[in-house]
């Protein structure tokens, strides 16, 4: 049962919310969060923002890995092209 929006609980009083401040803490939440809109299918393989970021995670480091061995891979092949 949903409440009339004028219907407020009796321990309320109007006074109180007089003195709200909007988005007061908005800038320490935004600071430390980044919101990324999931494609439905992508959203269906990663439930959580814990699984998101284990996967993230994992990608980065298997990226760094084979970015050395790309690395020393491209100045093998150089080497060889020089040599023809």
Avoid: H, I, Q
């Avoid at 049962?1 to 109180?16: F, H, L, P, T």
């Avoid at 939440?29 to 439905?40: Q, R």
């Amino acid at each position: 049962m949903k409440k009339d929006k004028e219907d407020m609980r009796k321990s309320y009083k109007r006074s109180d919310f007089a003195t709200l401040e909007r988005g007061k803490f908005f800038a320490e939440v935004a600071e430390g969060t980044s919101v990324v809109l999931l494609e439905p299918e992508v959203a269906k393989a990663f439930p959580t923002s814990k699984a998101v970021n284990e996967a993230l995670s994992d990608l980065l480091a298997l990226t760094e890995k084979t970015a050395r061995l790309t690395r020393r891979s491209t100045k093998t092949r150089l080497k060889a092209e020089n040599t023809d």
